[in-house]
């Protein structure tokens, strides 16, 4: 039988060291040093509620990234992040398994862009929002009705809650409540609104709801930022002279639907038909964005009282009824140039069938 020099022991003892050390370093550079994927760049991972192990590897998959399965489910068992809060994640491919793991299991999710565009009504906006958060449209919808806990708290109409919903682009957590997202909105029209223009507000003979409304109605009325002034001070100069404002988008609210408006449209009887009522409407027709808002409170000063739409999207002014007039005929022969070449491509479409 061979017995082990005190030398053999000691060079045997060394070399299971040297295997322990280096069995750690190997677990320790996979754990905190390897990336989980090969793909170049970041990746989102969206996670419905909270999910295990085998959950995250589907979600994985269905992202078409390269990752190794086997080793992800070693260091989640390793680590002891087996399950993984709902949110939105921003990864890295320069994550390590430690880092990717850990994010998820203690929920630190990453804000994303949520966009509110201008001049939607409530219904869309709700649905604008649901597509981009994880909410339901109808949660967003009720929190728009008059009766409401924030409107009440506000002492808002949901109409008037709606409106203010500020078009920008917001950093927002994807699990964010609709409460919480609309408090948010709601919280930046106040700073860059109400706050930022309390003397112009203050000093405007319109008040803050009015001047909301009206700019909702250039909102719609308007294709360009640089127009805007133009036409607020157009309207403003209506309601100087106790004239009806005449929008055409007012009576576009009216009927329910976005189209070319008909003769008969002008007559439909309605308390935001504005070529039926005189001076603004009840409330808001839509969410204005910031230009529009500036342009109720620094309106261009001018002589204008009446617009017509013009082929380039813009609208051509006029101080009399008379200009006006020989305006809209211009403009009604354009129309119906532009139909009768509509008409002639359609007859040689079905022709060439």
């Known amino acids: 039988m061979h017995h082990f020099s005190k030398k053999e022991i000691t060079a045997l003892f060394l070399l299971l060291v040297a295997v322990f050390i280096s069995t750690l370093l190997s677990r320790h550079t996979r754990l905190y040093s390897t990336s989980i994927i090969t793909t170049s760049g970041s990746f989102e991972v ?10 995250l ?38 994550d390590s398994y430690s ?23 409530a219904d869309r906006l709700s649905r604008n929002l649901s597509r981009q958060l994880r909410s339901d449209s109808l949660l967003f919808r ?24 500020l078009p920008e682009t917001y950093e927002m957590y994807w699990t964010s409540s609709p409460e919480r997202v609309v408090r ?65 988008p007012t009576v576009l609210y009216a009927l329910g639907e ?36 500036q342009a109720i409170l620094f309106p261009e000063e001018h002589d204008y009282l009446y617009m017509v739409a013009t082929p380039e999207g813009t609208h051509r002014f006029s101080e009399s009824f008379s200009e006006h007039q020989q305006a809209s005929e211009e403009w009604r022969r354009w129309l119906r140039e532009q139909y009768r070449i509509k008409r002639e491509r359609e007859q040689e479409a079905a022709s060439d069938t």
């Open 46 to 55: 969206f996670l419905d509620e909270t999910t295990r192990v085998e959950g």
């Open 57 to 94: 590897i589907e979600e994985l998959k269905g992202l078409e990234i390269d990752f190794r399965q086997e080793e992800l489910v070693w260091a989640a068992n390793t680590l002891g992040w087996r399950n993984y809060q709902s949110g939105r994640y921003l990864l890295s491919s320069e």
């Open 99 to 121: 880092e990717f793991l850990s994010k998820l299991g203690r929920g630190i999710q990453d804000p994303g862009p949520v966009t509110i565009l201008p001049g939607l009504d």
């Open 142 to 165: 009720q929190i728009f009705q008059d009766s409401s806990e924030i409107a009440l708290e506000f002492g808002l109409t949901g109409e008037q809650l709606f409106s203010r919903m």
């Open 184 to 248: 948010r909105i709601y919280s930046e029209f106040e700073r860059a609104v109400v706050e930022r223009y309390e003397n112009e507000i203050e000093e405007n003979p319109l008040n803050l709801d009015e001047i909301i409304t009206l700019a909702s109605i250039v909102e719609w009325e308007a294709r360009f930022n640089e127009e805007k002034p133009k036409i607020s001070g157009l309207y403003l100069n209506r309601l100087e002279r106790n004239m009806r404002l005449q929008a055409d």
């Open 258 to 293: 976005r189209r070319r408006l008909l003769y008969e449209d002008y007559e439909f009887d309605h308390p935001y038909n504005t070529y039926q009522i005189s001076g603004l409407p009840p409330g808001p027709i839509t969410n204005p964005d910031l230009n529009s808002i």
